[in-house]
């Protein structure tokens, strides 16, 4: 019984890294595609916008802060209650 246990919790921890890693993907995917939103916003507006590019920076840390954040949550609330609903069953 208690190796069915350790291969139970050893699979669920498995694919918990794998989620973790689709959730870096999916966060790598944002982040560069904000990052290519920004350079052509900027490319095409930089007479204008040039003046006032440190609310861009500011405006981009904060999203991809919030993304971050939210992101971990998703990890963090996947890890809680993988056990508890059978998750990756």
């Known amino acids: ?4 246990n350790q291969a139970m919790e050893s699979k669920y921890y498995s694919k918990l890294n794998g989620d973790t890693g689709l959730i870096i993907g999916m966060l790598l ?3 560069g595609v904000e ?4 350079y052509k916003v900027l490319s095409e507006t930089w007479e204008i916008s040039g003046n006032f590019f440190y609310l861009y ?3 981009v840390g904060l999203v991809i802060g919030i993304e ?3 992101c971990l949550s998703v990890r963090q609330s ?3 209650h993988m056990f ?3 998750y990756y069953d």
């Open 57 to 59: 920076i500011i405006f």
């Open 35 to 38: 990052g290519f939103v920004l």
């Open 1 to 4: 019984m208690e190796t069915s």
């Open 29 to 31: 995917l944002l982040v």
């Open 84 to 86: 508890e609903f059978k």
């Open 68 to 70: 971050t954040v939210g």
């Open 78 to 80: 996947i890890k809680n």
